[in-house]
């Protein structure tokens, strides 16, 4: 149109090239338009997916968060239970040396006492060899049954020949 002798023709064409033109750049801006909006549902997409996993994460941070308190609170009944059994190990420790203790005195007045026995046995077997032996005791009663037998017929004779007054002085 810059040229005011243009033909109807002509204005016709160039119109027609003008329209084609923005035709195109209307499809451009259009394929462009899409592009941008596939662009946006795409990132929506992503944004939502990622509000999915954040919305995820925070509910794990939150087990894990329950997780850790539960195992804080088991981990202090350990330490106490722990606690305690050390308190009872120590006690049973000192209990097992005081009777560690008391045995070893044990064994040592056993020790004692074996001695102390041993010198029995050899007191007893010193006094069993200077105890007559059954010959012996045989061999005394024969020898008490012959001063028995001697001493009584021995006093019949001594009876017979003292006066009689001299039976108050023997009697004494």
């Known amino acids: 149109m810059a040229d005011s002798n243009m033909t109807y023709a002509q204005a016709l064409n160039e119109a027609k090239q003008v329209i084609l033109q923005q035709a195109g750049r ?7 338009l899409k592009t941008q909006q596939q662009m946006i549902v ?14 995820e994460h925070e509910s794990r941070i939150e087990h894990l968060g329950n997780e850790n308190r539960d ?4 981990l202090s009944e350990a330490t106490t239970a722990r606690e305690q059994a050390d308190t009872i190990i120590n006690r049973q420790g000192e209990r097992i040396s005081g009777m560690q203790n008391t045995i070893a005195e044990m064994e040592q007045r056993i020790d004692e006492m074996a001695t102390q026995l041993a010198d029995l046995t050899r007191e007893r077997d010193d006094l069993a060899g200077r105890l007559p032996t059954s010959e012996d005791a045989d061999a005394l009663a024969q020898m008490a049954a012959l001063l028995s037998r001697k001493v009584a017929g021995a006093a019949t004779t001594v009876k017979e020949t003292r006066p009689p007054g001299l039976r108050l002085a023997e009697a004494a």
Do not use: C, F, H, V
């Open 26 to 32: 209307i499809k451009a801006d259009t394929d462009k």
């Open 42 to 55: 795409d990132q929506t997409a992503a944004l939502s997916e990622r509000d999915a996993r954040i919305k």
């Open 71 to 74: 195992l804080t609170a088991s």
